[in-house]
């Protein structure tokens, strides 16, 4: 039911925000936004042998992380389109974890967002510390450290994936630091920079490995990085603890 309400007010949602949604970043995500975006596009233009899907994907995903830090309601949109861009740059490089990353951000955060309705209501935001901060982040970082573990075990031996250990420690964060945002936590960007960190490493690594001189995943996820920093000073997911109430709204399309 839920599916079908979500379908049904689709097109309402989509011609509210598609206008709507790019007003009230802060300042810092506006230029960091127009800066990667052409830069993507004179690296596209300068090296021929490079993916345009690749470039695609890129300016696809700058524009969600930073809907996603301004809490927009069209990150959901933009964030389904770039992960299938990903994915389909990472099925050839044989980034396999990568996929399945990209995979599990469709179904628990872009899907969701899209056609839930629980993304429309006010909801508490939660933190680490409403319990026991250091048992939380051990807790959280020994989850990372068994998913890191499984995949490295199942694609290093399944698979040819040519670069399994990092490939699969970035895919272990991501998929605890897409946990973490569906369950309202701000210090969820605390794994989301990691991630990033570790997606630098590997599309580096793929760009390098290829010779094709396809950079394009490797600034992309440079400039997710830059927008992690944005986030932990700008965000209204850091309001200080003090003015977090209740009413305190979960609201991607508000501020």
């Keep these: 039911m ?3 309400t979500g379908l049904t007010s689709l097109p309402k949602k989509f011609k509210e925000h598609i206008l709507l949604d790019w007003h009230g970043w802060a300042l810092q995500s506006y230029l960091l936004f127009a800066f990667g ?9 300068i090296n021929p042998k490079a993916s345009w899907i690749s470039t695609i994907a890129g300016v696809l995903g700058m524009a969600c992380v930073h809907l996603i830090t301004s809490r927009k309601w069209l990150n959901g949109l933009f964030g389904l389109a770039s992960a299938v861009m990903i994915i389909l740059t990472a099925i050839p490089n044989t980034n396999y974890m990568e996929i399945v990353l990209q995979g599990t951000y469709i179904i628990m955060l872009d899907l969701p967002i899209l056609l839930g309705t629980e993304w429309d209501k006010d909801a508490k935001l939660r933190h680490f510390s409403d319990s026991n901060k250091t048992i939380m982040v051990i807790k959280y970082a020994v989850l990372t450290l068994l998913v890191w573990g499984i995949g490295y075990l199942l694609i290093a031996n399944f698979t040819n994936d040519a670069r399994p250990a990092v490939d699969a420690l970035s895919t272990a964060i991501g998929l605890v630091a897409t946990w973490l945002c569906v369950r309202r936590f701000p210090e969820q960007y605390y794994f989301w920079f990691a991630q990033g960190v570790m997606s630098l ?20 996820y440079s400039i997710y990085v ?7 000073f700008k965000s209204n ?9 209740a009413t305190t709204t979960a609201n991607l399309t508000e501020e």
């Design 2 to 4: 839920q599916i079908i």
């Design 37 to 45: 975006v052409g830069f993507l596009i004179g690296m596209q233009l």
């Design 201 to 220: 490493i590997l599309w580096t690594m793929t760009a390098l490995h290829s010779g094709s001189g396809d950079w394009a995943l490797a600034v992309t």
């Design 226 to 232: 830059a927008n992690d920093l944005i986030a932990f």
């Design 237 to 245: 997911w850091f309001e200080h603890r003090s003015k977090v109430t």
